[in-house]
């Protein structure tokens, strides 16, 4: 039997996280743009001026994934909603329910806190998470695509 517990990520967890992080981007085929540093983490999740949060998932006391949510708004719902920006399980752990219940405790907390909404994005590519995101009900946005400012675009804009 494989006991399962998420409970949230403490400061002490930074370097785990990254790892994690890391972990996650070479399986999204793009380990060289991960920029952040264990000291990035520490700051921008712990920080007093945070605006998101991580958890920790465990199995048999081992973490083996984790999860960095934040909270946006819909004007269409007039609430917030949350967003799941990373959710990672290592490989070897995977088909043992920790995605399901790392998702089904983000979504107890987004009804408690009101949320009107629960989003992430997924790669087109990823027929597994594909398949497992459907398979406990999420839809696709068709028509929607996103759209990113960042590095010198982003700096060139804030200028003019």
């Not at 959710?87 to 070897?92: I, R």
Request: proline share 3%; glycine share 8%; charged share 25%.
């Amino acid at each position: 039997m494989h006991s399962i517990e998420i409970r949230e990520a403490r400061i002490d967890d930074s370097a785990l996280i990254l790892r994690f992080i890391n972990e996650l981007a070479t399986y999204e085929k793009e380990p060289e743009a991960v920029v952040a540093t264990e000291a990035d983490i520490r700051r921008s999740i712990f920080g007093a001026d945070s605006t998101v949060d991580a958890i920790i998932c465990l199995m048999n006391g081992e973490p083996i994934g984790f999860a960095v949510y934040f909270y946006n708004y819909s004007t269409w719902v007039g609430r917030n909603g949350m967003y799941l920006e990373d959710l990672y399980v290592s490989p070897e752990y995977r088909k043992f329910g920790a995605g399901k219940a790392i998702l089904k405790h983000l979504a107890a907390l987004a009804v408690a806190r009101g949320c009107g909404r629960f989003e992430w994005s997924v790669l087109d590519w990823n027929e597994p998470a594909i398949g497992f995101y459907q398979s406990i009900g999420a839809k696709p946005m068709d028509g929607w695509t996103v759209y990113r400012l960042s590095g010198a675009a982003l700096e060139a804009l804030a200028e003019r």
